[in-house]
């Protein structure tokens, strides 16, 4: 425990000038050492939590057994308790809705994990060339909005007006469209193409932190590189295979830009679908739109639970020792370029020929349609045109959407990067009893899906008499509430880095709590916290599904913009405007380099 020494010195009786005078020392001592603020912090942050994350989630679950529509007089009362709705939802088409969903989650996890896993494999464990330029490539589709990859395969794939198709008619006559993206099968292929470097980041730490020697003690007893990549690796890193299919499932659930765009038409309904439909249609059906999205929190918390139930023995998947090791990489020989071949492949699908597509509707004609890509087509010069661009640059909603999406990104990405600090400080670093309450808080967002995290935000405030509804700040709280778990993970890996005596030492020096964290933990923290204001930056200013349900006139975000755009057939604004969405995140992203590069890897 720190000690302090009085200012004054004591007179020849022995007894300090406080005690003297009958002054008690205790507020001197006080104001010296600080005011301890640890467990109103503590009490602060977990009622703030509590407020943006379960506030929310009680008020819709709520709704879905009220028979009175929120912000009604009647929303709270026993009185409306009525189980209508959950009758109403089983005898409508629920299981077609249940089947959809289940199947489309289901695929764009398991081809999203086979892509992602592939590429963290060849790309950790393997000699396949150009390994960082596939990472740097992977990396970068992280930030091209979701919406924009499923308009693009829309303009290829379509069996009207399909690119593709439009290549087999004039190459080999045929008539009939040889590929067709409004078909389940379209949909998961789409949205796999979206979220498969989800799984590759999270697949590639795993490889990167294991002991190559039980692999090397495999081939010794004569195993080959795939029996023991099948017999060894893949048990080794189980957890980190379901906590990737756990994320990607509940990430398929959750989706909003694929079924919508190419589900909605395909008349494929899933759970997303029908939630917003409810909602924003005429006449609206909010009781069963509570009741499906209460249906989606309980799919994901289940799989969470079952997560957490199968990694229970987290023992017998220790593969990281004391012992220092370097990673050896499987000699593929010839195989290593049919490795890469795959890999140029996926990444031309998933960012390459979308980024082609997208350019070649920016600068055709305004409402002249998206022609084909064809070599003729390419050198009629004469027919460019860069008016999209102009009117991307004069409409103002798409003016208005990148100022509110700039806006809204930079001030979430602060606010929940800095409560993440403190919130990491508490679960780490203090011996506060019920800390972990913190922890579970603030990773609860994980498993809320998005479009229902929006209409239960939403709701709250059309119930309570805060004017928020229809203003920026209802978006920025809704953002503040749903970022929160991988700044967290983020950040607690990095304040676990960093010594306790460093700021006890600032702490016994007679610096307050908050003078040492600011001043010692936060520079010390400087790489995490960079990490973490980028993650919630990019993902805040591409956010659709949230934000499609909670914001207005004259506060549409990006997504919100795009998604307008697409329903009134602007396609040529529409790919000028993505193309410059993707300009600018690039140019965040360059920039977050350069600062990562220049401050954040000196950090501990």
Do not use: C
């Not at 309980?298 to 987290?314: C, D, E, K, S």
């Amino acid at each position: 425990m720190a000690t302090t020494v009085p200012d004054t010195e004591p007179d020849a009786s022995g007894a300090p000038d406080d005690q003297r005078e009958g002054r008690d020392p205790t507020p001197r001592l006080r104001r010296r050492i600080g005011f301890d603020m640890r467990k109103p912090l503590f009490i602060g942050v977990a009622l703030l939590l509590v407020w943006l994350i379960i506030a929310p989630i009680v008020v819709l679950v709520w709704g879905s057994v009220s028979s009175e529509r929120p912000g009604a007089d009647g929303f709270f009362s026993l009185n409306s308790f009525t189980w209508g709705n959950w009758s109403r939802a089983f005898d409508s088409e629920l299981w077609e809705v249940f089947s959809n969903t289940a199947i489309f989650a289901g695929g764009t996890t398991l081809l999203a994990f086979t892509f992602g896993a592939f590429l963290a494999w060849a790309v950790e464990r393997t000699n396949t060339p150009f390994r960082r330029l596939i990472t740097v490539l992977v990396l970068a589709r992280l930030i091209v909005p979701g919406i924009l990859t499923t308009v693009s395969w829309i303009f290829l794939a379509s069996p009207r007006i399909g690119m593709i198709n439009s290549w087999f008619e004039s190459l080999f006559g045929i008539q009939q469209p040889v590929v067709d993206v409004f078909t389940m099968h379209g949909m998961i292929f789409v949205e796999a193409l979206d979220v498969f470097p989800v799984s590759f980041l999270l697949m590639s730490a795993a490889l990167r932190s294991m002991d190559p020697s039980l692999e090397e003690a495999s081939q010794v007893a004569g195993h080959g590189t795939f029996s023991t990549t099948f017999r060894v690796t893949l048990p080794l890193i189980l957890p980190a295979i379901l906590a990737t299919f756990i994320f990607l499932l509940i990430r398929g659930v959750e989706t909003f830009e694929t079924p919508t765009l190419i589900g909605l038409p395909a008349g494929i309904p899933t759970f997303v679908v029908e939630i917003w439909q409810r909602t924003s249609a005429v006449p609206t059906d909010l009781g069963l739109a509570a009741v499906y999205a209460v249906l989606v929190l309980a799919l994901a918390i289940v799989l969470v639970w079952g997560y957490n139930r199968m990694t229970r023995h987290t023992e017998a998947y220790q593969i990281v020792s004391g012992k220092a090791f370097r990673p050896k990489r499987i000699d593929l020989g010839k195989a290593r370029w049919v490795s890469m071949g795959f890999a140029a492949l996926l990444l031309f699908l998933s960012i390459g020929l979308p980024l082609i597509v997208l350019t070649w509707a920016s600068i055709q004609p305004p409402f002249s349609g998206v022609p084909p890509l064809t070599p003729e087509a390419a050198v009629q010069f004469s027919d460019f045109s860069l008016e999209n661009y102009r009117d991307a640059f004069d409409s103002e909603l798409t003016r208005r959407a990148l100022w509110n999406s700039s806006i809204l990104a930079a001030s979430s990405a602060t606010i929940v990067t800095l409560l993440m600090a403190i919130v990491a400080w508490i679960t780490v670093k203090s011996k506060i009893r019920g800390r972990a309450l913190l922890d579970h808080l603030a990773f609860t967002p994980i498993a809320v899906p998005a479009i229902m995290f929006g209409l239960s935000v939403l709701w709250l405030y059309l119930v309570l008499p805060f004017p928020v509804y229809g203003t920026l700040w209802i978006l920025l709280i809704l953002y503040v509430a749903r970022f929160p778990p991988v700044a967290f993970r983020i950040l607690s890996a990095q304040t676990t880095q960093v010594a306790d005596e460093l700021q006890e030492a600032a702490e016994v020096s007679g610096a307050t709590w908050w003078r040492s964290f600011r001043t010692v933990m936060l520079p010390l923290l400087k790489p995490g916290l960079l990490a973490a204001w980028i993650f919630v930056m990019v993902h805040a200013f591409r956010e659709l599904g949230a934000s499609v349900l909670v914001s207005s006139f004259g506060t549409e975000v990006v997504g919100v913009a795009i998604l307008d755009l697409w329903e009134n057939g602007s396609f040529g604004l529409l790919s000028a405007f993505g193309i410059v969405i993707m300009g600018v995140l690039l140019a965040a992203a360059l920039i977050a380099a350069w600062l990562s590069r220049r401050y954040g890897v000196e950090g501990p």
